[in-house]
Structure formats: C-alpha cells, structure tokens
C-alpha cells in the first residue's frame, strides 16, 4: 500500500474490521483501537507518514488542463478590463484565507 501511496489510518482499519467481523462494531471506539493496535503489532505492520507527492510539472499537465487555465486567464483577464477593476481589489490566493478539507497523510507498511 505505501509504494501506490493508499491513505490509510485508523478509522478505516476500524471501518474493515466492522465490515469483515460484525462482533468489532460491538466494541467501544477504544476496544476497537485497541484491536486495530494489536492487529498492526501482530503483524509487524506499521502506520508511516507519506514524505512525497507527485506534483505535477509541465509536462503531466494534459492539454485539456491547459486550454482550461488559458480560457480561465483570458476570461479573468477581460473580466478586470472590462469592469476597471483596480490591481489592489485583486486578491492572491495564495495569501487569502482558503478552507479545504486536509486528507489523511499516513499509511500501512510492513515494519523493517
């Protein structure tokens, strides 16, 4: 699971198990980490952070990608023109406030 980087964590370990043995949905939260903590020692398996995404450069970026940022910059482009927005009513979102949901960064590898 760690080398196609599968996002894996505790909730859905909980989450198999309940699907896989119905006696586990039974169980209080911590009875089933607890379990899920003992299946993982058991089977010297270990949860690890992910350390490295793929980021996209140039060249895995499809066509299909850039034609749609080309449209969306021409189309932002005449937008500002044609209202006469000023530069400082313009703002980067890269120092805005944006709210997105964080996926979990850890998965399942075998200890050693």
Do not use: W
């Amino acid at each position: 699971m760690r080398k196609e980087k599968t996002v894996v964590n505790h909730n859905l370990l909980i989450s198999i198990a309940c699907n896989e043995d119905p006696k586990v949905a039974n169980l209080t939260k911590s009875g089933q980490r607890s379990l899920i903590d003992r299946f993982i020692k058991m089977h010297c398996l270990t949860l690890r952070t992910i350390t490295t995404t793929t980021g996209g450069t140039q060249e895995q970026v499809s066509d299909e990608e850039m034609r749609s940022a080309e449209s969306f910059r021409s189309e932002f482009r005449e937008i500002v023109l044609t209202h006469q927005i000023p530069p400082e009513c313009v703002f980067n979102m890269d120092q805005s406030s944006l709210y997105y949901e964080v996926l979990p960064k850890k998965t399942i590898d075998k200890i050693g």
